[in-house]
């Protein structure tokens, strides 16, 4: 199994989290972000109540795990749905992930997923 995170723009969340159900996954966690890419000035990383809106974008991170051989078509899924061609477009990770565990079942592996 692996896990992706996904950094995308907020703008895209919508069409990104649709793609991805229609291609069969079932289970996306998001979370809004703040970016700290490098346009951000170190003298605003103390305290990011300072950050001037301008400096960054809205973000949105999407995670899921999905069995290994889903992992080409969800990133590619995500690219594809979250790309304007502009930088800023984001970020995809990929981790493995060595077990999972359904806690109200106590299921394990793909199927806890």
């Known amino acids: 199994m692996k896990e992706l995170k996904a950094?995308?723009?907020?703008?895209?969340?919508?069409?990104?989290?649709r793609a991805l159900?229609?291609?069969g996954a079932t289970s996306v966690t998001v979370v809004k972000t703040v970016p700290m890419g490098a346009e951000i000035e170190p003298e605003y990383v103390d305290t990011l109540r300072e950050v001037p809106v301008e400096h960054f974008a809205p973000m949105m991170k999407l995670e899921l795990v999905c069995e290994d051989q889903s992992v080409e078509a969800y990133v590619g899924i995500i690219r594809e749905a979250a790309r304007t061609g502009e930088r800023g477009d984001g970020v995809v990770f990929v981790a493995p992930v060595e077990d999972a565990?359904?806690?109200?079942?106590?299921?394990?592996?793909?199927?806890?997923v």
Not at 7 to 17: C, Q
Not at 101 to 112: F, L, T, W, Y
């Open 101 to 112: 565990v359904r806690i109200r079942s106590g299921e394990r592996g793909a199927r806890a």
């Open 7 to 17: 950094y995308i723009r907020e703008s895209r969340l919508r069409d990104v989290v």
């Open 21 to 23: 159900r229609a291609a």
